[in-house]
């Protein structure tokens, strides 16, 4: 069994900053890529940014030079880094892994989520 927790969101001003965390724990022989996404009220959800194993990064539009995403392999963890935060980034934020659990099979696991408000 594989979980991923996540950690760091919360109310913040227009311009602020937050960091999400997000670990995996459970049956990991390997991580493949991890990532973030968000889905807002009456939306889809949508990716924020990921990362591979090797540190490849990709982001939306959306938050190119304002987020920032990196990752901890030795403790399974991966974070978000979000300044000059705008409304519109309110959302909920959910972390995806792609899991090896071993050497032969790999699976996507979903965090539970974490709220985002961007609000004055």
């Known amino acids: 069994q594989v979980q991923l927790v996540e950690s760091g969101g919360g109310l913040v001003q227009p311009g602020g900053s937050l960091r999400l965390s997000c670990a995996a724990s459970?049956?990991?022989?390997?991580?493949?890529?991890m990532g973030w996404y968000r889905q807002a009220p009456g939306k889809q959800r949508e990716l924020v940014a990921t990362i591979t194993e090797s540190g490849r990064t990709n982001y939306a539009d959306s938050v190119k030079g304002r987020f920032t995403i990196s990752r901890d392999n030795a403790k399974n963890t991966v974070y978000l880094q979000m300044n000059s935060l705008k409304p519109e980034d309110t959302a909920v934020y959910y972390c995806?892994?792609?899991?090896?659990?071993?050497?032969?099979?790999?699976?996507?696991?979903w965090g539970q989520g974490t709220q985002v408000t961007v609000s004055s």
């Open positions: 995806n892994a792609n899991i090896r659990t071993t050497m032969f099979r790999a699976y996507d696991y």
């Open positions: 459970g049956r990991i022989f390997s991580i493949n890529s």
